[in-house]
């Protein structure tokens, strides 16, 4: 139940009848009351104060016994005597906020569509991981009915996977040692039950969650297989990072912890430092569909997400985002595709100058500490951060083959005076599910680095895939990005991180269709003319008169 706001009742007197506070059933997002009604326009007298909380939330009003009419307002004031259902004492439904209904409405169109087309489960999935309904002030009212929206995305994208007859462009080989990859990792988690250090709750949530995440990245690699796949994933991106931008711009200062921004969006975003890696991973997604956007709408809503979500990366103070999106951006200007190398340069130094007006002093104060000598040694932070890595290594020579997934923090202990997460996500993988884990999960990193340079080499020699070639590039600069800020905080069992990493194989088998089609083409052309050859679902020779196409769409 949430705290009782006396203070925004009116003062009670000998003057003033008994008042009654009626419960609609939601809930502010900012102070955590209950709404109340309004009077009806024809009560008289109408008594107490109506307040609007800090201007976005919370209405209250004080209401005479009787006065109240949700259902008919309009009869009391032509003098009708029929009593209404709260006069009777009957429960008043209680009333969803419009965000509630929107998002109920959205999830359900994209839960059907998915039964028709997978690849739309996916992105109903990724979206929910960033809004996290349940976690919103709009979304209380679902959280009562105990919906588990993430888990009716996921069975809703694997019966539509299993429902679905669309051809697969690419065959099983294409991503089978990825694959096997997922499946090694999840049976050497559930075997560290055996070699790890003992079974316990901390062990089997994380179980429980690492073997669900490869899951849905196994069927993530299997479903997203095309250019438009990957397009409306990339807006997906997006719009939960718009999202997830302006929850930060509106935060309220109960959202702040020592001047850093925590608790918004989704559960790997609880704290600061997963919330800012997270965006630096996005935002260069975000640049990927500026890119390949052809409409100066759209291109205008990349923008702005742009902007709310590096302003949501300033206010968490997080150095590790930071130092990840400095690489980044490094990157992004020394690999600039040919094509549009003079634009995309102008559009990183436009970027960047205005990035820097939105940061203030005490985010710079911050940053700085990454190159003061003398900051190093005093900041608690890097101080602890250097002991954990070494209490990492000795762990992992104490436990080759892991102390148990889960167990990195509890073991500290032993080695530490303290309890401290690892801040390192190889050495996360290492010191928790051993050697072979951290060689399979190195090797399946190099793959999604080595799968991307040979895809976006192959996608700039086919003049037809412009817009792969700008979304392996995003894909690229976002995988640094990743990479580079997981070597100091722990994104191992943090889903958005394996989407990056999944996402190259993806990218791959959308260039060898397309790279198919053309050679496809080109060689049906020697026995006729032929028609466009994804405008009409697949190449057939035109009749006469026709003549050959000079592109392929898609």
């Given at each position: 139940m949430?705290?009782?706001m006396s203070?925004?009742r009116p003062?009670?007197g000998a003057?003033?009848?008994?008042?009654?506070?009626?419960?609609l059933?939601?809930?502010?997002r900012?102070r955590g009351?209950r709404h109340q009604?309004?009077?009806c326009?024809g009560d008289t007298?109408?008594l107490?104060?109506q307040?609007?909380?800090n201007?976005?939330?919370?209405?209250?009003?004080?209401?005479?016994?009787?006065r109240?009419?949700?259902?008919?307002c309009?009869?009391?004031?032509q003098?009708?005597?029929?009593p209404?259902?709260?006069?009777r004492?009957?429960?008043?439904p209680?009333?969803w906020?419009i965000k509630?209904?929107?998002?109920?409405?959205l999830?359900?169109?994209?839960?059907?569509?998915?039964?028709?087309?997978?690849?739309?489960?996916?992105?109903?999935?990724?979206?929910?991981?960033?809004?996290d309904?349940q976690s919103?002030?709009?979304?209380i009212?679902?959280r009562?009915l105990g919906?588990r929206?993430?888990?009716y995305?996921?069975?809703f994208?694997l019966?539509?996977?299993?429902l679905?007859?669309?051809?697969?462009q690419?065959?099983?080989?294409?991503g089978q040692y990825?694959?096997l990859?997922?499946l090694?990792?999840v049976?050497?988690?559930y075997?560290?039950?055996?070699?790890?250090v003992?079974?316990?709750s901390?062990?089997?949530?994380r179980?429980?969650?690492?073997?669900?995440?490869?899951?849905?990245?196994?069927?993530?690699g299997?479903?997203?297989?095309?250019?438009?796949?990957?397009?409306?994933?990339?807006?997906?991106f997006?719009?939960?990072?718009?999202y997830l931008?302006?929850?930060?711009?509106i935060a309220?200062?109960?959202r702040?912890?020592l001047?850093?921004?925590?608790?918004i969006g989704?559960p790997?975003?609880?704290?600061?430092s997963?919330?800012a890696?997270h965006?630096?991973?996005?935002?260069?997604?975000?640049g990927?569909?500026?890119?390949?956007?052809?409409?100066w709408?759209?291109?205008?809503t990349a923008m702005?997400?742009g902007?709310?979500?590096f302003?949501a990366?300033v206010?968490?103070?997080?150095?590790?985002?930071?130092v990840?999106?400095?690489?980044g951006?490094a990157?992004?200007?020394?690999?600039?595709?040919?094509p549009?190398?003079?634009q995309i340069?102008?559009t990183l130094?436009?970027?960047?100058?205005?990035?820097?007006t939105?940061?203030?002093p005490?985010f710079?104060?911050?940053?700085?500490?990454?190159?003061?000598?003398?900051?190093?040694?005093?900041?608690?932070?890097?101080?602890?951060r250097l002991d954990v890595w070494?209490?990492?290594?000795?762990?992992?020579?104490?436990?080759?083959?892991?102390?148990?997934?889960g167990n990195?923090?509890r073991?500290?202990?032993?080695?530490y005076?303290?309890?401290?997460?690892?801040?390192n996500?190889?050495l996360?993988?290492?010191?928790?599910l051993?050697?072979?884990a951290?060689?399979?999960?190195?090797?399946?990193?190099?793959?999604s680095?080595?799968?991307?340079?040979?895809?976006?080499?192959?996608?700039r020699a086919a003049?037809h895939?412009p817009?792969?070639?700008?979304?392996g590039y995003?894909?690229f600069?976002?995988?640094?990005?990743y990479?580079?800020a997981?070597f100091?905080t722990e994104?191992?069992?943090?889903?958005?991180?394996?989407?990056?990493?999944?996402?190259?194989?993806?990218?791959?088998?959308?260039?060898d269709a397309e790279?198919?089609?053309?050679?496809?083409?080109?060689h049906?052309?020697?026995?006729?003319?032929?028609?466009p050859i994804?405008?009409?679902?697949?190449?057939?020779?035109?009749?006469?008169g026709?003549s050959?196409?000079?592109?392929?769409y898609?």
């Amino acid at each position: 139940m949430p705290p009782d706001m006396s203070e925004d009742r009116p003062a009670s007197g000998a003057d003033r009848p008994d008042t009654r506070r009626v419960n609609l059933g939601y809930y502010s997002r900012r102070r955590g009351c209950r709404h109340q009604p309004r009077t009806c326009p024809g009560d008289t007298p109408r008594l107490g104060r109506q307040t609007l909380g800090n201007g976005r939330g919370s209405l209250f009003a004080s209401i005479p016994p009787g006065r109240f009419r949700p259902i008919s307002c309009r009869s009391r004031t032509q003098g009708a005597t029929t009593p209404n259902a709260y006069d009777r004492g009957e429960p008043i439904p209680p009333m969803w906020p419009i965000k509630t209904i929107l998002f109920t409405l959205l999830f359900s169109t994209l839960c059907a569509a998915s039964l028709f087309n997978p690849a739309f489960g996916v992105m109903n999935y990724v979206l929910i991981y960033q809004v996290d309904p349940q976690s919103a002030w709009w979304g209380i009212p679902l959280r009562d009915l105990g919906l588990r929206f993430s888990l009716y995305a996921a069975i809703f994208t694997l019966a539509g996977y299993l429902l679905s007859q669309r051809p697969r462009q690419a065959g099983p080989a294409r991503g089978q040692y990825w694959e096997l990859g997922l499946l090694a990792l999840v049976v050497i988690a559930y075997t560290s039950i055996l070699t790890g250090v003992g079974y316990n709750s901390e062990m089997a949530a994380r179980l429980d969650k690492f073997w669900k995440m490869m899951l849905f990245v196994f069927v993530m690699g299997r479903l997203i297989s095309t250019r438009r796949d990957l397009t409306l994933l990339l807006w997906t991106f997006v719009i939960g990072t718009l999202y997830l931008g302006r929850e930060a711009f509106i935060a309220p200062p109960s959202r702040f912890h020592l001047g850093r921004l925590n608790d918004i969006g989704g559960p790997d975003f609880q704290f600061s430092s997963g919330f800012a890696v997270h965006l630096a991973a996005v935002l260069p997604l975000v640049g990927a569909a500026f890119l390949v956007s052809k409409r100066w709408y759209l291109k205008l809503t990349a923008m702005v997400t742009g902007a709310f979500g590096f302003n949501a990366m300033v206010l968490c103070r997080t150095r590790s985002a930071f130092v990840g999106l400095a690489a980044g951006t490094a990157v992004a200007a020394l690999m600039a595709p040919k094509p549009r190398r003079f634009q995309i340069l102008l559009t990183l130094g436009v970027c960047a100058a205005g990035a820097f007006t939105l940061t203030d002093p005490g985010f710079w104060d911050r940053m700085l500490t990454i190159t003061d000598p003398q900051t190093r040694e005093t900041d608690t932070a890097i101080v602890t951060r250097l002991d954990v890595w070494q209490v990492g290594l000795r762990m992992v020579a104490d436990y080759p083959l892991g102390v148990g997934a889960g167990n990195f923090e509890r073991m500290t202990r032993a080695y530490y005076h303290e309890r401290r997460a690892a801040h390192n996500t190889f050495l996360n993988c290492v010191a928790e599910l051993g050697i072979p884990a951290g060689v399979i999960f190195l090797a399946m990193l190099a793959s999604s680095f080595d799968r991307l340079r040979r895809t976006m080499k192959r996608a700039r020699a086919a003049p037809h895939s412009p817009e792969l070639l700008y979304i392996g590039y995003g894909l690229f600069v976002s995988l640094v990005t990743y990479v580079v800020a997981g070597f100091f905080t722990e994104r191992f069992y943090t889903e958005s991180f394996w989407w990056v990493l999944t996402l190259p194989l993806c990218l791959q088998k959308a260039v060898d269709a397309e790279y198919a089609a053309v050679i496809d083409l080109a060689h049906s052309a020697r026995g006729g003319p032929l028609e466009p050859i994804l405008e009409h679902g697949g190449p057939r020779r035109g009749g006469p008169g026709h003549s050959r196409p000079s592109r392929v769409y898609a």
